[in-house]
């Protein structure tokens, strides 16, 4: 018995051996695989320092020249959309402190991870930057720490998000509460012309009508934006608003000009479909209002018209006049802006046949006839210009084409300053 006792007692204190063992060895290669201290300090473009944000260092692995976080199913970081990660929030003054987090691979990045705050620009590491690649939509850096590396010093520029925050008003004026399968689309557009780009998705709004969006920039300098929403096939587009890149938040509302299948009543207006679309075509454009063109300062509007006599009507109210193009900039701009396709501009020869002239009386200096135009064609006269194919086409109102493409006339003024 006594034997029996010692034996266990020696089996015992093996097996605690063992376990410290391995416990000792886990932690010895833990702490060698860790990198002891990542810190830094967070700021804008302008130096100023971002505090509240949280900075996470996120394991990833190669994925054919693309690096992808390493998920663990078992943590609940992962259920709720973020990888796992080690992560500081910036005090007041920008500055983070990572401890224990572990080595290489690893991206820098801002949380939440699906819809951060902010893109990294840049990260510095003493003599040496880090870029964030186009690829990665500002998530951030990746590079590769030693074990027990200390990196400190490390200075992080961001740039926060534009914040749009919605509210989606009906006709009457009351919002259109808890309302879900709403297509937000937006157009951005660099005042040099040189972006251009557009996207939708869907967005709910709360029991007020709100709903908050953060927009990422995709460029350097100021852009127009022009949104809309549609519900129920129905379209609310607004003004375009010129957007800077210190701007963090605009604030928008969205209103419909007819009433939503649920509003309708029996007053509702004679021919009205609930199934038609509130404007031409569906989709993003800047019709019926200015827009500055940077390059000259003028002033550009897209309107409807029944005639060429109401058209000029129309520009003598607004102290305008048909657009004059005067160069193939311009028309670059307008057709990026308007989508100017099949409008009618300023061009005539109804004065004089085959003696062009600007309803504004500025000289003509620049054409864009398509091929084989001006030509008559047998179909009355053909003294007016309209854009087709981004070319210019003569027509007149004896030519079908004139009662069933042309839908608008683009008018022009001077002395418009931009809406901000």
Not at 23 to 39: C, D, K, V, Y
């Amino acid at each position: 018995m006594t034997r029996l006792y010692f034996g266990k007692r020696i089996l015992t204190l093996f097996i605690g051996i063992v376990a410290l063992f391995l416990l000792s060895a886990s932690e010895s290669n833990a702490q060698e695989n860790a990198l002891t201290t990542f810190a830094g300090r967070v700021i804008d473009a302008a130096g100023q320092p971002i505090a509240g944000l949280t900075v996470a260092i996120v394991p990833v692995q190669d994925g054919h020249g693309a690096w992808f976080p390493i998920e663990f199913e078992v943590e609940e970081r992962v259920r709720q959309g973020d990888p796992i990660a080690f992560q500081a929030e910036t005090d007041s003054e920008g500055r983070f402190v990572i401890t224990d987090a572990i080595t290489g691979p690893v991206l820098l990045a801002v949380f939440p991870y699906n819809k951060p705050e902010a893109e990294i620009l840049k990260v510095q590491i003493g003599d040496m930057f880090l870029y964030a690649p186009e690829t990665s939509w500002g998530r951030g850096v990746v590079f590769s720490a030693e074990p027990g590396e200390r990196i400190e010093d490390v200075e992080v520029t961001v740039q926060r998000f534009l914040q749009l925050r919605g509210k989606v008003l009906k006709m009457d004026g009351s919002p259109l509460a808890n309302a879900q399968r709403i297509k937000f689309r937006i157009r951005k557009l660099s005042l040099d012309g040189e972006y251009d780009g557009s996207s939708s998705q869907g967005v709910e709004t709360d029991i007020e009508g709100n709903f908050v969006q953060d927009m990422h920039r995709y460029m350097r300098g100021p852009a127009f934006y022009i949104m809309s929403v549609t519900y129920q096939e129905q379209q609310a587009q607004l003004d375009p608003i010129v957007v800077k890149p210190e701007d963090l938040m605009h604030e928008v509302v969205f209103t419909f000009d007819v009433p939503l299948s649920l509003d309708m009543s029996q007053n509702a207006p004679r021919g009205f479909h609930a199934g038609g679309s509130a404007r031409f075509g569906g989709g993003i454009d800047a019709k019926g209002v200015w827009v500055v063109n940077p390059a000259n300062g003028h002033a550009y509007k897209k309107i409807s018209f029944s005639g060429v006599e109401d058209a000029i009507a129309q520009a003598a109210k607004e102290n305008a006049y048909l657009v004059a193009i005067n160069d193939a900039a311009e028309q670059n701009w307008l057709d990026q802006v308007f989508v100017a396709h099949r409008a009618l501009i300023g061009l005539s020869d109804v004065e004089e046949e085959g003696h062009w002239q600007w309803h504004s009386g500025e000289p003509v200096t620049y054409t864009n006839w398509a091929r084989d135009e001006p030509n008559d064609t047998g179909k009355g006269d053909e003294d007016y210009v309209i854009l087709f194919t981004n070319q210019w086409m003569d027509i007149g109102p004896g030519d079908v084409l004139w009662r069933f493409i042309i839908n608008s006339v683009l008018l022009e003024k001077e002395g418009v300053s931009l809406k901000k």
